[in-house]
């Protein structure tokens, strides 16, 4: 992988989230039309107040109105793979049936094959891997079919859309050190392109761990206690 990979940008944001959200949360609770509320809405420190005080009470269907889209590249589909188990998230992505590979087709390698000295053998595997996928194309086999002997390691692109709740769910799940590495730098990249244009989301978009004030996972990384300790922790 090399440290340039992912190549990920934030291509649509909405301008107004701050405001939109709080036009969401307000209008939960008052009796003026939405529109009054949006068009009054200026003190970002208010907004920021109550939003804040809103998402802590657990009324999270406030943060699904605003939605980023994401352009992505040089990504394995072992880490797109995973990336589609989220459901709220919709997908673009490039086809191993309409997009037939060109001599060598592009590859991810993790840092620890080089780390183990196996580079050489991987991108031999690769090149024998991308010469048996020509000769079959070259035979006259459907790209579709071709495709059948690519490795989890193919590059590949995809657009992608999620709106704010699922950004920090995906964030919760995947920044976690026990995601695999790839999709955590792909989720920490989505993260930082977001907190650049809304700096207060830097709060939200952590590990799960840090909202939870303690681990959940059955393995660890020491940052916080795992939940039995914490447990015992609360009761000592
Ligand atoms: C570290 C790690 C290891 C993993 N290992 C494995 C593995 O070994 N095998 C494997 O198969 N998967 C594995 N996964 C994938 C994992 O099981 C989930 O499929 C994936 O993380 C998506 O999470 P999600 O379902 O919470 O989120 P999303 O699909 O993004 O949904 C967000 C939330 O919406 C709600 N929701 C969505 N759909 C439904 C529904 N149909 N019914 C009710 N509520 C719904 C849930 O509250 C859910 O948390 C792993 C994930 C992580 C982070």
New binding site residues.
């Given amino acids: 992988m090399s440290k340039d990979f992912p190549i990920v940008d934030l291509v649509s944001a909405p301008n107004d989230v701050l405001r939109t959200i709080y036009t969401a949360c307000r209008t939960c609770y008052s009796a003026e039309y939405p529109i009054n509320i949006w068009d009054a809405a200026a003190d970002e420190e208010k907004m920021l107040k109550l939003i804040k005080k809103v998402l802590a009470s657990g009324h999270h269907s406030t943060i699904e109105h605003c939605t980023f889209v994401f352009a992505i590249s040089g990504v394995s589909r072992a880490c797109t793979h995973?990336l589609v188990?989220?459901?709220?998230?919709s997908f673009s992505q490039k086809s191993q049936r309409y997009v037939t590979e060109k001599e060598q087709f592009e590859y991810i390698t993790p840092p620890t094959i080089k780390k183990a000295g196996l580079e050489e053998e991987y991108n031999e595997f690769m090149q024998k891997t991308s010469e048996l996928y020509s000769k079959m194309i070259q035979a006259g086999i459907p790209a579709e079919d071709a495709r059948f002997i690519l490795p989890n390691a193919a590059s590949s692109s995809l657009v992608t859309s999620l709106n704010l709740?699922?950004l920090i769910?995906?964030a919760n799940?995947?920044l976690?050190v026990?995601?695999?590495l790839e999709?955590r730098i792909l989720v920490k990249k989505m993260c930082e392109a977001v907190i650049e244009k809304e700096p207060w989301l830097s709060e939200y978009l952590k590990p799960k761990c840090v909202s939870l004030g303690y681990c959940n996972?059955i393995r660890g990384c020491g940052r916080y206690p795992q939940k039995e300790a914490k447990k015992e922790q609360i009761k000592g």
């Fill in positions: 995973q188990r989220h459901r709220h998230m709740r699922e769910h995906l799940l995947r976690c026990n995601a695999q999709i996972e």
